[in-house]
DNA sequence: GTAACTGCAAAATATTTGCATCCTT
DNA sequence: AAGGATGCAAATATTTTGCAGTTAC
């Protein structure tokens, strides 16, 4: 199990055009195994003083532009980044999914089965991208 | 025009429970002349050096306690504020309106007009509120 | 071997807290 | 007069930048 997901790890590194290093394959093996969103601080936490702070910042920096997570806007300035789908392209990043923040456990999920809803908007917008954004009790802490 | 804003920023103030000062004016002022989302740098900038950068931050806290305005979720880690419509309790935020974002102006809107479409989530998930933020060109900017 | 990644130090920025003073009610 | 708002100083926290050493390819 934990050899399949260092497996993983290294083959989507590599998809993504990033080299592979230890500090890589151990953060976006935290996003593998936790179903979930992360922020900075959680990545902090988890892997204690294992990496440099500012090797987080830009190793999510770098995950971005290269399209192997997202982020997720927040109410309280503290964005969180979750794995992206096989849609989303270097520096091109399709979120048709909906986002889950759950009130009880502040963890934040992706539910990549629910697609976000259109939206019709007043003459003269042009959209470009549709963040949705739920919060509420999820199905652990019910 | 601006003696008819000053009463209403006044009543605004104390239809919310806020004494009335005139840092508290100055900002809710900001927020009813500039229809959009300002964010804490925006104020500070507007308002140079007349009050402290920690009076805007409590300024801006109680503000959303009394449910004077509402925050915005943002990708860029700077919580943009709006104004509530009178639906908005104290400390009882319903943002049934969706928010847009300019990428050319950067401004950001609340749509009053489009409602936040319903979501219909996955079994055991329990909603409470829904944030809609959409990002494009703006009618000005097109 | 070269380009890219990392850690450390430090700068820059943002946010919070405590306290004394002043203002609103 | 009393409670709350403000300014200032300072503590904390967050993010960015530069550079030298190391590592991946």
Do not use: W
Not at 23 to 36: E, Q, T, V
Not at 67 to 74: A, E, K, N, Q, V
Not at 127 to 142: A, D
Request: glycine share 6%.
């Amino acid at each position: 199990m934990a050899t399949a997901r260092q497996k993983e790890s290294v083959e989507l590194l590599k998809a993504h055009g990033l080299s592979v290093t230890g500090g890589r394959k151990d953060i976006l093996n935290l996003f593998l195994s936790r179903k979930g969103a992360l922020a900075h601080a959680d990545i902090e936490k988890k892997l204690g003083t294992l990496y440099d702070r500012v090797t987080i910042y830009r190793t999510l920096q770098s995950f971005v532009d290269k399209g192997l997570i997202h982020s997720i806007p927040t109410k309280d300035n503290s964005i969180r980044y979750a794995l992206c789908k096989d849609e989303c392209a270097s520096g091109h990043h399709h979120d048709h999914h909906i986002h889950f923040v759950c009130k009880r456990c502040n963890h934040t999920y992706c539910l990549d089965e629910v697609a976000t809803p259109s939206v019709k908007l007043p003459k003269g917008y042009t959209v470009n991208q549709v963040e949705m954004v739920v919060s509420g009790v999820c199905q652990s802490c019910q």
